[in-house]
């Protein structure tokens, strides 16, 4: 063959396309929070050449997490991004290869989250700052607590709670959003926590109707219900956790070993108080509680 014959067919043949950098990620249910989260990493990662988004949506159940983190491992994910605790927790038990970066995770510390494969920002808030909130609305001596025991990060928070109960002047009564149509079984108290389990948010709409026509205060460490009826709503600003999650997906897809990338500690909160919810109740809204907040609705 021909230099020449050669040359021409060079000219013709398509350029070989690159090979796309699968980022995997795992955002549970139509959880607002996470949702949020997601669209501050994308803005963030989203720009950078070759990266393909394998997006996961499992139902907050263990047997679904596991699904959606083993799908993840099997596509060659290069790295994978997980927001919330159960679903980080399950893709460090599936794999200790490939990297992972979490967001919107309440005290990673306390669940051995930093080192191994993974790293991240925590999204823990003060708990007893917002029962103080709470309290200064409408005071209470006996707190429900909607948790999960499935969701490792909410039993965290109820044992945080629970050492304030002396000091704070109430008592908890526990309602486990495992059980199909638990929000039916909640009585017997004068405010109600929603914690960040995302079996929870599920239900959260009877959840709400059922303080609604008991006249009880509540507050939740996690979005979803500020609009529908919580009073209060204290949380990690998920722009942030976003952004920063971002940042650091990018440092591993540019070669950055994840050991030199440190854990990371919120610096942004987002406060969110429902006034008109607040007057439908009889109560107000002190004037500190509106000047504390990054968001009053009316």
Request: proline share 4%.
């Amino acid at each position: 063959m021909s230099l020449a014959v050669i040359a021409a067919a060079l000219t013709v043949m398509p350029a070989p396309a690159l090979a796309e950098r699968k980022v995997g990620i795992i955002m549970t249910g139509e959880m607002d929070y996470y949702q949020q989260i997601h669209t501050a990493f994308v803005d963030v990662v989203g720009g950078t050449e070759g990266v393909e988004f394998v997006v996961q949506v499992p139902s907050p159940e263990p047997m679904a997490w596991s699904n959606a983190a083993r799908k993840l491992v099997v596509i060659g994910s290069e790295v994978i991004v997980t927001y919330g605790a159960p679903a980080t927790l399950t893709v460090m038990k599936e794999t200790s290869r490939i990297p992972i970066v979490f967001a919107g995770v309440y005290d990673p510390k306390s669940m051995n989250m930093g080192g191994k494969n993974a790293t991240g920002i925590s999204s823990k808030v003060s708990l007893q700052d917002l029962l103080q909130k709470l309290g200064s609305v409408k005071p209470f001596t006996k707190l429900g607590v909607v948790f999960n025991k499935t969701e490792k990060d909410t039993i965290l928070q109820v044992m945080e709670i629970k050492k304030m109960e002396g000091s704070m002047g109430f008592k908890t009564s526990l309602f486990d959003a495992r059980k199909k149509g638990f929000s039916s079984s909640i009585a017997g108290i004068d405010a109600l926590l929603m914690t960040t389990s995302c079996a929870a948010m599920c239900e959260i709409s009877e959840i709400i109707s059922f303080a609604r026509s008991n006249k009880i205060p509540t507050a939740s460490t996690i979005t979803g219900g500020e609009d529908r009826g919580i009073l209060m709503t204290y949380v990690a600003d998920p722009e942030e956790q976003g952004r920063k999650a971002g940042e650091m997906v990018i440092r591993i897809l540019h070669g950055h070993k994840l050991s030199d990338i440190q854990m990371q500690d919120p610096s942004k909160f987002t406060f969110i108080v429902n006034e008109g919810e607040t007057a439908s109740m009889g109560l107000s809204l002190p004037a500190a509680i509106k000047e504390a907040a990054t968001r009053v609705i009316k």
